[in-house]
Nanobody, 124 residues
């Protein structure tokens, strides 16, 4: 069974940085597309970024382009989300997710496995 465990969330001032990690159990990490999503109170879960299994193709929602970077280390079965220039509107619970799909990967419904989430709070 595949399990995902996020870490790295916390409280940071606006303009600061955080790096989220997502450790994945299982032997087929390299075959998964990895995604990061976030959910603020009272809002739907939204796509943040995704990276395909090879690590060569990445996708971002417009609001984080140029500030966030998704990456992965297949040898460590870990995905990362480097978040710079954080804004109060980035405050949310951040979830990592894994899927065997390679299309429509901005949709939460495409993901088979989810982590428990990690809180990111950006103060103004």
């Amino acid at each position: 069974q595949v399990q995902l465990v996020e870490s790295g969330g916390g409280l940071v001032q606006a303009g600061g940085s955080l790096r989220l990690s997502c450790a994945v159990s299982g032997r087929t990490f390299g075959s998964y597309t990895m995604g990061w999503f976030r959910q603020a109170p009272g809002k739907e879960r939204e796509f943040v970024a995704a990276i395909k299994g090879s690590g060569g193709t990445t996708y971002y929602t417009d609001s984080v382009k140029g500030r966030f970077t998704i990456s992965r280390d297949n040898a460590k079965s870990t995905a990362y989300l480097q978040m710079n220039s954080l804004k109060p509107e980035d405050t949310a619970v951040y979830y990592c997710a894994a899927t065997g799909a390679v299309a429509l990967i901005s949709r939460p419904s495409r993901y088979d496995y989810w982590g428990q989430g990690t809180q990111v709070t950006v103060s103004s």
